[in-house]
């Protein structure tokens, strides 16, 4: 097909797939865009055009052969699903609030997807690696961003924080200047564990790791974005 065809309403151009590292191969991912033919007036009486005048209309840009109304977002609008409380590698399930073409299919409004979380600081990295749609699983690589437009969802104060002051406060003074709360203590811990730096008390310091929770609201809003390579 020729550039200027135009897609059948309610789908999108299929680009080239997106090259993705190892077996798999992440297909393009896309807003779903619809487009409106308009046909030439008839004829009408007075009473038809007062009537239709006063009904809603189409504001678009009108051009010689149509409507087409054009957006630029390079994001699919989703929610979290139901309220959940995860752990780091747990599975995060996310609703998408509007259509998305994924190549040559359009996954519906409201389908449920899934990602895996990785709590990583502040933010909780949620990446989104294939979608089931009519029982097809389909390979992406989606990435979850907040709405201050940072990848992951903002968690101040989360329980990973919680967890190191009370690491620190059992362990007292044996943990020296190693940690340095104020940064990101996940990273910090992880780096002292590796060099041997707390002694006695790995085993502790790593289960509480791994049991912290972040506790996410139904329907907080996020988006869902694939870099362009």
Do not use: W
Not at 198 to 220: D, E, N, P
Request: proline share 4%; aromatic share 4%; charged share 20%.
């Amino acid at each position: 097909n020729q550039n200027g065809t135009r897609a059948a309403a309610g789908q999108t151009a299929e680009p080239s797939p997106v090259q993705k590292a190892g077996k798999n191969t992440a297909k393009p991912v896309r807003q779903v865009t619809h487009q409106v033919v308009s046909s030439l007036g008839q004829p009408m009486s007075n009473a038809e055009f007062v009537a239709s005048f006063s009904q809603e209309r189409n504001r678009s840009f009108n051009t010689a052969v149509g409507v087409t109304t054009v957006s630029d977002r390079n994001t699919i609008p989703a929610c979290v699903y139901g309220a959940q409380s995860v752990t780091d590698g747990q599975a995060v399930r996310l609703r998408l609030l509007e259509p998305m073409a994924v190549a040559d299919r359009i996954i519906p409004r409201n389908a449920v997807v899934v990602g895996a979380a990785k709590i990583q600081g502040e933010r909780l990295a949620i990446e989104i690696t294939s979608l089931e749609h009519d029982g097809t699983v389909i390979p992406v690589e989606l990435e979850v961003y907040d709405t201050d437009g940072q990848p992951g969802i903002f968690i101040p104060n989360s329980m990973e924080m919680n967890a190191v002051r009370e690491v620190a406060a059992n362990m007292g003074g044996s943990l020296g200047s190693s940690i340095n709360i104020s940064t990101n203590a996940g990273a910090q811990l992880a780096s002292d564990l590796g060099k041997g730096l707390i002694q006695g008390t790995s085993q502790y310091i790593a289960k509480k790791m791994r049991t912290v929770k972040v506790h996410l609201k139904a329907g907080y809003r996020v988006m869902l974005y694939q870099e362009v390579n």
